[in-house]
C-alpha cells in the first residue's frame, strides 16, 4: 500500500464561482489524483549495467585494437639504438622477396580489419508527410463530430471533453476524411485511401530531397502496428513507385508507437549485411483502421490523442554518401517487457462489450514505462555518459552493492550525453514525468510537447516531427548527439543515438514546420477550457 500511494500524486484544481446553490458566489475546488512514474534512477538492476558494458566493450574492441598495436609498436621501435638497426638490417636484409611479405601480411591485417568492422550508416535525409489544411480539425470541431455520430453517450463526451482539455493538443492537428464523416467510414477501402495518402505523401518528398531514383532502393521497412492489409503496406509502395524486383521488403505491425527505431534497427541489420545499398524506412499509423466508436474510457483516450501522420528516412552504407548525410546512426538500444504479464496487457487491442475494437490503455501503463525506461537507460548509460560520470556511477554502485553501505544512488546526468531529446510524443503525463525524473530542462522536452501541440501523437513518426522541429529552429550543430526514444505496446521501449555530421541550416522548404515555426514554442497550459 506504500509503494501504491508512493505512485500517486494529488493536484488541487480550481473550477470556478458557482453560480447557484446555497455556496453560490464562493470558489469551488477538485482533487486530482494521478499515477506518475516511479522514481526509477533510484533503484538500479546490475544485470543492466553488465549489459551495457558488454554492448561498450563489443563495439569499442574494432576501434581500440589497431590503435594498441601501433602505441605498442612504436614503443618498441623506440627503445632502439642505431647500433640495434645496423644488427637488424645485417640479419634482415632489404629485398624483394621480404618486402612483399610485409605488404602482403599489412595488406591482410587491414583488409581483416576492414571486413569485420561493422559498417557506418548514414541517415542521409528524411521527410514528415504534412496533410492538406482541409484536414484540420479543431478541438471543438471534434467533440461536436462525437456527439453528431452518435456513438457517444453523454458521460463519454464529457470525459473526452476533459482528456481534450489537458492534453495539449492545439487547434490545428489532423484526422483523415473518413473518420471526420458522418457516419465514419472505418472500412478496408478507407484505411488504404489514408495510408496510400500518408506514405506516399512522404516519400514522394524524400525522393525529391535526396534526388534518390526509386529502383536505387535496396532495403524497405515499413512500420505501422494497427492496419496490415493483404498485399502489405511495403508491397503498396513497391508496386505504386515500380521498384526493383530484388528489394528487401520488411512491413512491421502491432510492435506499438517505438516500432519506428524497430525499423531502422532491421534495417541497420540489412545494411550491415549488403554493402553499398541504400535503405528506405517508413513509420506510420492508421488512424481509419481502429478508431473506437464504444463508451468504455480506457480505450476512449487514444481517440483524444492520435492523430494522422507520418515520416520517410533514407539511410545508407555508402562512403561516398557521408558528404551529402545529416546524421550518422550510433547505437540502438531495444528493450522488452513482453515476459511480465502487466506490462504485456497495459496495451491491449480488444473490443469492449459491444464488440467494439479499439486498444485499451491500464491504469498501469505510467508504471510500466518508467519500469521499461529504467532498464534501457541502464543499458544505454555505458556507451554514451562521458568517462567522469561512469565512473561515479560505478563508485557509487559499488559502495552500495558491494560494501553495503547506505548511500544514496548517484543519478547519471544525460544532458552530458546528448545535446538534443527527442521524447515521442505520447502524452502530456508521460513528458512531464520524463522531464522531472531525468532533470530536463524546458528547452530539451520542447521539441517533444510543440510536436504533441502541433500535430498530436503521431505514434512512431513522432520522433521525426520532433527533429524536423529542431533543424527547423536551427539548433543542429556538427557533432551534435540526438536521443531519440519511444515507447510501444507488448510492452518495449527503445532508444535511438545519432551524431550530427554537419550543422543543418534553416531550411525553406521541404518542412512542416515552415509555415508555424516563427510563433513556436508557445505556452502550453495544464488546462484549456473548450
Known sequence: MVLEEALLSTEIVPKGVKESGPNAGSMSFSVRVRRRLPDFLQSVNLKYVKLGYHYLITHAIYLLTIPALLVAFSAEVGTLRQQDMWHLREHFPLN??????????????????????????????????????????????????????????????????KVIERSGLSEETYLPRSVMSIPPRINMKESRAEAEMVMFGALDELFAKTKLRPKDVGVLVVNCSLFNPTPSLSAMIINHYKMRGNILSFNIGGMGCSAGIIALDLAMDMLQAHGNSYAVVVSTENMTSNWYMGNRRSMLVPNCLFRMGGAAILLSNKLKDRRRSKYQLVHIVRTHKGADDRSFKCIFQEEDENMQKGISLSPDLMEVAGDALKTNITTLGPLVLPLSEQLIFLATLFCKRVLKMDTKPYIPDFKLAFEHFCIQAGGRAVLDELQKNLELTERHVEPSRMTLHRFGNTSSSSLWYELAYLEAKGRVRRGDRVWQIAFGSGFKCNSAVWKALKTVKRVKTNNPWLDCIDRYPVEIADFSKI
Not at 602482403?104 to 496533410?131: E, H, M, Q, W
Not at 492538406?132 to 473526452?160: M, V
Request: hydrophobic fraction near 40%; aromatic fraction near 16%.
Open 96 to 161: 624483394l622477396v621480404n618486402f612483399l611479405n610485409c605488404t602482403g601480411a599489412i595488406v591482410f591485417i587491414a583488409t581483416l580489419y576492414f571486413i569485420s568492422s561493422p559498417r557506418n550508416v548514414y541517415l542521409v535525409d528524411f521527410a514528415c508527410f504534412k496533410p492538406a489544411d482541409e484536414l484540420k480539425i479543431t478541438r471543438e470541431a471534434y467533440l461536436n463530430h462525437c456527439k453528431e455520430t452518435g456513438k457517444f453517450n453523454d458521460a463519454s463526451l464529457e470525459f473526452q471533453k
